[in-house]
Structure formats: structure tokens, C-alpha cells
């Protein structure tokens, strides 16, 4: 069965600190995609990063940077010099072509992580 | 851009009524996505569309049916509503593949009375 751990339920830190979200998944499939996504305040989850199991490039877009590490089944996600825009619940989750039915893909999300940045 | 619009905001009801919630996406894609939120659950698959009139079950589909008569709209149907389907309902579409990103509604925070 696939699985997707994030540890940590909730965050608080103070603006400019920088912060990593954990999340660790478990697959047996060999192709799988890691996704993360961010959920505001105002409720709309949106898509900010995908990656496949192929690539274990790190990524960076801007003040966000992601690690994947397949040898630790990781792939964790880090904001630089975090700003109060930050403030979301951060859901990982991963989705494999195996976990198919019927032709419709599904995701497997983390329990998702609540950051607050304060001011 | 793509856009999943979603009927109502915010919903409230009596116990034993039903309830349609109502999704349309834009994009024309193919698979379609109806997702429960609670606090310290995540987000809980109901049922899931992967083209018109078809659909499977989710994790949690007891107590939900779904309609699918045209590619772009997805409903949710509460047939007899209860007090432990008090929840947000998200909606969410996306092209196949596995790969792909799913797009979500701004979501319908339903409350049963």
C-alpha cells in the first residue's frame, strides 16, 4: 500500500526564518510522482511542485527548494527567508501509473502541515 | 487557466435531506475528483471520474453517490444527509495520466443540522 508521512501537524515561526516540511512516503511501485501542494487560508489547494521517481534532481523556484532522496524515501520541502504569504497547510502526496482503476490516477496525500509565519 | 468552480461556498442542511454538490471544470479533463477534508484526517478520497458516466469508489464512498452526464461536471450526492458528513468538499479535475497535477475547487464547506 502507498503511504505518505508528514510528521509535523503544525509550524510556527517568525518571518525571514527559513523552515523545512518533512514528508516521507512508501511505495513499492519503482515509477512513482511526488507531489507538493499549498492550501491558503482561503481553501483552494494549489499544485507547486511535481517530480517523478527518475529524477532525483533538487529543485529550486525562488525562496522554495525541494530535496528528494530516494535512499531515505524523502522528499522534503524548504522555504528561504519565509513570509507571512507562506502561512498555508502544506500537503505532500504521490501517486503511482500502478495505483491506477479503471484509467483514473490517484493520490495518496500526507495528513498535510499547518505553517503559521508571524510578523 | 484552468479553473474547477464549485456551487456553493458554504452549504448548511437538516439531517435526512439530500444534497447535490456540484462541480464544473473548464479544461476538459478527463478524470474528476470528489475529496473530503477533516481536521488531523488530510484529505479522504470519496469517488473519482475518469471519463463520462464512468466512476469508482474511493476510499471512503459510504454513505455518497456521484453523476457524471457530461465531461465537465462532476456532482456529489448526499442521499440522506448526516451529522458526520459535516465536512469540506473539494472537487478537483485533471488530465490522465498519473503524472499530472490535479486542479482543485475552492471547496464547499457543508454543514448538517
Known amino acids: 500500500a502507498q503511504k505518505v508521512t508528514q510528521a509535523q501537524t503544525e509550524i510556527s515561526v517568525v518571518e525571514k526564518e527559513d523552515v523545512t516540511l518533512d514528508c516521507v512516503y512508501e511505495t513499492r511501485d519503482t515509477t512513482y510522482y511526488l507531489f507538493w501542494y499549498k492550501q491558503p487560508p482561503s481553501g483552494e489547494l494549489v499544485f507547486l511542485i511535481r517530480r517523478n521517481s527518475f529524477d532525483e534532481q533538487n529543485e529550486i523556484s525562488g525562496r522554495y527548494s525541494w530535496n528528494f532522496q530516494k535512499s531515505t524515501s524523502s522528499f522534503n520541502f524548504t522555504i528561504t527567508a519565509s513570509q507571512v504569504v507562506d502561512s498555508a497547510v502544506y500537503f505532500c502526496?504521490?501517486?503511482?501509473?500502478?495505483?491506477?482503476?479503471?484509467?483514473?490516477?490517484?493520490?495518496?496525500f500526507g495528513k498535510g502541515m499547518k505553517l503559521t509565519v508571524n510578523p | 487557466d484552468v479553473k474547477v468552480t464549485q456551487s456553493s461556498r458554504y452549504l448548511v442542511k437538516r439531517t435526512g435531506e439530500k444534497v447535490f454538490l456540484e462541480c464544473v471544470q473548464d479544461m476538459d479533463h478527463e478524470n474528476m475528483f470528489w475529496y473530503r477534508q477533516d481536521p488531523g484526517l488530510g484529505l479522504r478520497l470519496i469517488y473519482f471520474s475518469y471519463d463520462v458516466k464512468m466512476k469508482e469508489k474511493g476510499d471512503i464512498p459510504e454513505g455518497y453517490s456521484v453523476s457524471r452526464e457530461k465531461k465537465e461536471r462532476f456532482s456529489l450526492i448526499l442521499e440522506s444527509a448526516s451529522t458526520n458528513q459535516t465536512s469540506m468538499y473539494l472537487c478537483a479535475s485533471s488530465f490522465g495520466g498519473s503524472y499530472n497535477e490535479q486542479f482543485f475547487g475552492p471547496g464547499t464547506r457543508l454543514t448538517v443540522l
Open positions: 502526496a504521490l501517486t503511482s501509473p500502478l495505483t491506477t482503476q479503471g484509467g483514473s490516477e490517484k493520490l495518496v
